[in-house]
């Protein structure tokens, strides 16, 4: 069990490398432009020179922070995300999680909290604001992405992922619920503070948000983080809507699709402003979200009766 989720982990790690080389890549031609070509051939080995570059640079304190919260919130940012995948529904002697999408909810609640804890520990009203944001930010959108959930879960009778791939043998949920996979895919970019909706990272107006008084070491472990929820998020949509044999070649093909339209939606929109994006979740996606749990438990109650 602890080998197979050090593989995991590490394959997921190795992952997030290689996510950040296609991002750069794929914005560099978006804006037509090359991505990082000078590292080796074609700049492939680029993401190792960045770790490399990050984790031996010197570490800066703020001589204001609060030092122990300003010095662990990335760390357990980084725990937390890699801790959800720990939901991946193996057949092999893994964890099981009958209870995977509640576990799920759990760890993306408490991420909240190493954000609110890096914006305030630094003692910066640049990334207290960041971090002020992407708290208000993510709560309100946890709220209709745990609705979106409920009404798959009313549906399939079940909290663990493998069930949803059971049940999507013949037909894909994407074709059932086509307005709840669009409402889930922006709920997923704001949820990971992505374009359009980074405002935790508003480079024109906050510098860099939450994160700026990080460098070195810190940063790099708040960016694996962020992109590690990428993956999981990118997984989880196929999981949900594309249900395909997860020990198939196909799934992470479209796993890495999902993950390729987070990076197209960053090189395609502009940021958001913030009231329309609270706007949008509350008065749009909450009824919305609502309705279609409404309507979910009136069909499986109106099933049941019938047999």
Known sequence: MIISSLLLI????????????????????????????????????????????????????????????????????????????????????????????????????MGVYTVMASGWSSNSNYAM????????QTISYEVSMALLLMSFIIMVGSFNLYDFELYQKNIWFMFLSMPLMFMWLSTSLAETNRTPFD??????????????????????????????????????FSVLFLGSNLFSILFFFKLVFISFMFIWVRGTLPRYRYDKLMYLCWKSYLPVSLNYLIFFIGMKIYFYSMM
Do not use: H
């Open 10 to 109: 590490i394959c997921i790690l190795v992952g997030v490398a290689f996510l950040t080389l296609l991002e750069r890549k794929v914005l560099g031609y978006i804006q037509i432009r090359k991505g990082p070509n000078k590292v080796g051939l074609s700049g492939i080995p680029q993401p190792f020179c960045d770790a490399i570059k990050l984790f031996t640079k010197e570490q800066v304190y703020p001589i204001m922070s609060n030092y122990l919260s300003y010095y662990i919130s990335p760390i357990i940012a980084l725990f937390l995300s890699l801790l959800i995948w720990m939901i991946y529904p193996y057949m092999t002697n893994m964890y099981s999680f009958n209870l995977g999408l509640l576990f799920f909810l759990c760890c993306t609640s």
């Open 129 to 136: 604001l960041g971090g002020l944001r992407a708290v208000a």
């Open 199 to 236: 405002f935790a990272e508003g480079e024109s107006e906050l510098v860099s948000g939450f994160n700026v008084e990080y460098s070195s070491a810190g940063f790099a472990l708040i960016f694996l983080a962020e992109y590690a929820s990428i993956l999981f998020m990118s997984m989880l």
